[in-house]
């Protein structure tokens, strides 16, 4: 008599879609993947430091690890209802952002059978402020390639919206800006000085060029700058309209969370704007530099502020809004540090024009 307890898992086993061969009572297992499809963690809580990795491990009814095969990674997607999606072929995810995730697999439109639960925490003790990734785009009305790129901006998902400011520097259009005694618009200046080959150029931070021009490639440069380099400081803004002189009058405070060197400055962008023969879907415009502080690209060595931790520094601008209408412009103030010898952007807000925004504390 065969034993009781093995005649009952090759049950169990042959229930999962397995054959038992009626000769030798030997299992048959397809080539297949089989339903129904688990998902497992190592870990169920990880540190958001971008840096502590859950790893995930995807088994079949038959208990055949699918994750290893790299034929059949390609088409397994591990997604959290919450929006995280673990990067096409890799099986870890970590995490910038306190949360609790809710993660199933699809295997060829077929769903893990579970949930898993993983809990991000602490992410206040690697970053004390909320930071914004500053996207620089240089870009022009009569470049296709670069309306590719406003779409790929447009869709990003809600996190990287949440988390970036957009900045677009046209070059060699009617919505170009040469500043007095320039040789260069602002674009055109901006492409040649970070080594831009052409338009768009894309640079996030003062620190990464990319020719990412899907969102969802841009949606990882962006977290990889929110891991690598945490804000040190936050940065509130206030701004006033001043309709009867034209201007609008604006004031940002910083507080250094860690203590460092800072400069500090304003730019303003004009939204809403139609362009008859731009590239973009419907001609429409927005986020344009139409003036700035000198320092948009570099730090001022003379107004570079040295701060102890907790220290603040402010800066006021009075800006015209010369002939544009007031709801159609927002105001951008930026924190710059030094990183070896260039500059990069630690922390970047935006508002309406009139309108203000105050220290947003990570949780």
């Given at each position: 008599m065969k034993n009781l307890l093995y005649i009952s898992a090759l049950a169990l086993m042959?229930?999962?879609?397995?054959?038992?061969?009626?000769?030798?009572?030997?299992v048959i297992i397809p080539d297949e993947y089989t339903e129904p499809f688990t998902l497992y963690v190592d870990k169920t809580t990880v540190q958001a430091d971008g840096k502590d990795v859950v790893t995930f491990s995807l088994k079949d009814a038959y208990g055949r690890e699918m994750l290893d095969d790299k034929n059949t990674l390609q088409g397994i997607n591990i997604t959290s209802a919450e929006g995280v999606r673990v990067t096409r072929m890799e099986k870890t995810a970590s995490f910038i952002a306190n949360g609790t995730y809710h993660f199933t697999a699809k295997y060829k439109g077929k769903?893990?059978?579970?949930?898993?639960?993983?809990?991000?925490?602490?992410?206040?003790?690697y970053e004390k402020y909320h930071k914004n990734v500053a996207i620089y785009k240089v870009t022009a009305t009569w470049c296709g390639p670069c309306a590719v790129m406003t779409r790929a901006l447009a869709a990003l998902n809600e996190d990287a919206k949440s988390h970036s400011v957009e900045l677009c520097w046209h070059g060699q259009d009617e919505l170009a800006v040469t500043p007095?005694?320039?040789?260069?618009?602002?674009?055109?200046?901006?492409?040649?000085?970070f080594g831009g080959s052409g338009f768009p150029t894309v640079i996030l931070d003062l620190k990464k060029n990319t020719?990412?021009?899907t969102s969802s490639?841009?949606?990882?440069?962006?977290?990889?700058?929110?891991?690598?380099?945490?804000?040190?400081c936050g940065v509130k803004l206030s701004t006033e309209y001043d309709e009867s002189a034209g201007v609008i009058n604006a004031t940002a405070e910083l507080t250094s969370s860690t203590g460092g060197s800072y400069d500090m400055g304003m730019v303003l962008l004009l939204n809403n704007q139609i362009v008859q023969s731009g590239t973009n879907d419907g001609g429409k415009y927005s986020?344009?530099?139409?003036?700035?502080?000198?320092?948009?690209?570099?730090?001022?060595?003379?107004?570079?502020?040295?701060?102890e931790k907790d220290g603040k520094m402010t800066f006021s601008q009075q800006i015209p809004t010369g002939n544009h209408k007031v709801e159609d412009l927002s105001v951008v103030a930026f924190a710059l540090v030094p990183d070896g010898d260039y500059a990069r952007m630690d922390n970047i807000v935006q508002?309406?024009?009139g309108?203000?925004?105050?220290?947003?504390?990570n949780k």
């Open positions: 042959a229930a999962c879609s397995g054959t038992v061969d009626p000769e030798d009572d030997q769903e893990s059978a579970n949930t898993v639960e993983v809990v991000a925490e602490n992410r206040v003790a007095d005694g320039w040789d260069y618009d602002y674009g055109s200046f901006l492409m040649s000085y020719i990412e021009n490639g841009l949606e990882k440069e962006i977290w990889n700058l929110r891991a690598d380099y945490p804000a040190t986020h344009i530099v139409r003036a700035t502080t000198g320092n948009f690209f570099m730090y001022s060595s003379e107004s570079l502020t040295k701060l508002v309406q024009a309108e203000s925004v105050d220290y947003i504390l």
